[in-house]
């Protein structure tokens, strides 16, 4: 297979998505880029620089992001999601975060042999060509606990409680926004993991996309 493999996921909060994406990118060599961590720098910025907080900073920022930036831990705290999710509404802002998405699956680093995204409108929108696309989701009571293990390990304070009304309002928020809502398209594939561990999650994953890929 000489054409890029392209894999397009979209998901709800803590479905598991980011943990999939990791491990397809590390079986097929592909380059992974989590684009919710985009929004949640952006609205990082907006915390630590309220002042300079406007289009043509956040444009400056974009676009000379550089992957290691969103490893920033501080982008996983509850606060800065909740606010990722108003800015993700933002339609200038999503067109300058959806153009360096867009400009990375279609372009990914050298040595790799595609790339691999995640978000809320990756199938929808970013990607609406990719060679996979998966809609990956789970309850939501798993998904809360799920986010509060990780919190916890991270040793942030937060309750099941908080992290669970926090993954609702963004439910909301992703669900219902006026632009690109989260949804699974017709040609995603389903893959509910609340009764899946991790291995058996990938290895679900894994047995479709070598199907089709000895195909191509």
């Known amino acids: 297979m000489n054409e890029l493999i392209k894999v397009a996921i979209d998901s709800p909060a803590a479905a598991g998505a980011g943990t999939q994406s990791k491990l397809i ?20 910025l907006k915390i630590i620089n309220k002042k300079k907080f406007g289009y043509n900073y956040i444009k400056k920022k974009i676009n000379n992001l550089k992957i290691n930036q969103l490893k920033n831990k501080s ?47 990756i199938t929808s929108v970013i990607m609406k060509n990719a060679t996979f696309k998966f809609f990956i989701t789970a309850s939501i009571k798993v998904r809360a606990m799920r986010r509060y293990k990780e919190l916890i390990n991270l040793k942030k304070k937060t309750t099941y409680q908080e992290v669970l009304k926090s993954i609702r309002k963004r439910d909301t928020i992703d669900y219902n926004r006026a632009i690109s809502p989260l949804k699974k398209t017709k040609d995603s594939i389903l893959i509910n993991t609340t009764n899946l561990s991790k291995r058996a999650c990938f290895l679900k994953i894994k047995k479709i996309m070598d199907k089709k890929i000895q195909k191509i």
């Open 75 to 121: 982008l996983l705290s509850d606060d800065v999601a909740t606010i990722a999710s108003t800015i993700a509404k933002n339609k200038k802002i999503r067109i300058i975060v959806s153009n360096f998405q867009k400009k990375t699956a279609n372009t990914p680093p050298k040595g790799f042999k595609g790339c691999i995204l995640d978000g809320r409108d």
């Open 25 to 44: 990118a590390k079986e097929y060599k592909l380059f992974y880029l989590d684009t919710g961590k985009i929004y949640r720098y952006v609205a990082y």
